[in-house]
């Protein structure tokens, strides 16, 4: 079974630019939510989106945005990037609802690095 | 102001030795997650923890949850090399809801 996907996994980009990341869940898994993490805040949530909807956002300025399809791949979107920026992006997957518990699965990353 | 406090930090032992990574909060949460990060990936889980009590081993790292679910420890019994990375804590406040709440994390070093 395939794990969370992420792409791009490295990208460089320049102040004032906007910039889009890509996810794919694991097969199966409806609710997909955005990380940030940096080395002085950790790691932070950005929003969660669920059937498409976004089901939850965290702290973060109206320049990040996210999106979800119908087959539950996501996107997020930074607008006019800022230096502050330049962090590691998370992708998260769970099967959400879950009576158990919030088993949450990690992507890889991707390291976006702002100039 | 950290919702979750994992402490310590940083902690560098010899090969063999035990530790005991913690993780506390003053809020209640649905379920405790915890997590090892390689430099330059992403979260691995490692354990989730629901019930108050709860116990939980994985070969020699036992993961426990408070009984009033504010709290959860780890314990590496014999610690190795290949034990060395970024441990993370993450809390969901709410049963069924997706975000999680990390703390700053333990960065564990191992030396042979």
């Known amino acids: 079974k395939a794990g969370v996907t992420q792409t791009p996994r490295y990208l460089i980009k320049t102040r004032g630019q906007q910039v889009t990341l890509s996810c794919s869940p694991i097969?199966?898994?409806?609710?997909v939510s955005w990380y940030q993490q940096t080395p002085g805040q950790g790691l932070q949530f950005l929003f969660e989106y669920f059937s498409e909807t976004q089901r939850n956002k965290g702290n973060f300025p109206g320049r990040f945005s996210g999106r979800q399809f119908s087959n539950s791949r996501s996107e997020m979107n930074v607008s006019t990037l800022e230096l502050g920026d330049s962090a590691l992006y998370l992708c998260?997957?769970?099967?959400?609802?879950?009576?158990?518990?919030?088993?949450?699965?990690f992507g890889e990353g991707s390291w976006l690095t702002v100039v | 102001t950290q919702l979750l406090e994992q402490s310590p930090q940083f902690l560098s032992i010899q090969e063999g030795e035990n530790l005991t990574v913690y993780c506390n909060s003053s809020s209640v949460f649905s379920s405790l997650q915890w997590y090892r990060q390689e430099p330059g990936e992403g979260p691995v889980l490692l354990v989730t923890?629901?019930?108050?009590?709860e116990v939980k081993k994985l070969k020699r790292l036992t993961f426990q949850f408070g009984d009033a679910r504010k709290d959860s420890s780890l314990h590496i019994t014999a610690a190795q090399p290949g034990d060395t990375g970024l441990y993370l804590c993450a809390g969901a406040l709410i049963q069924g809801a997706q975000k999680l709440v990390f703390g700053q994390g333990t960065r564990l070093t191992i030396n042979p």
């Open positions: 923890v629901v019930t108050g009590g």
């Open positions: 998260a997957s769970s099967l959400a609802g879950s009576q158990t518990g919030n088993t949450i699965y």
């Open positions: 097969s199966g898994h409806r609710s």
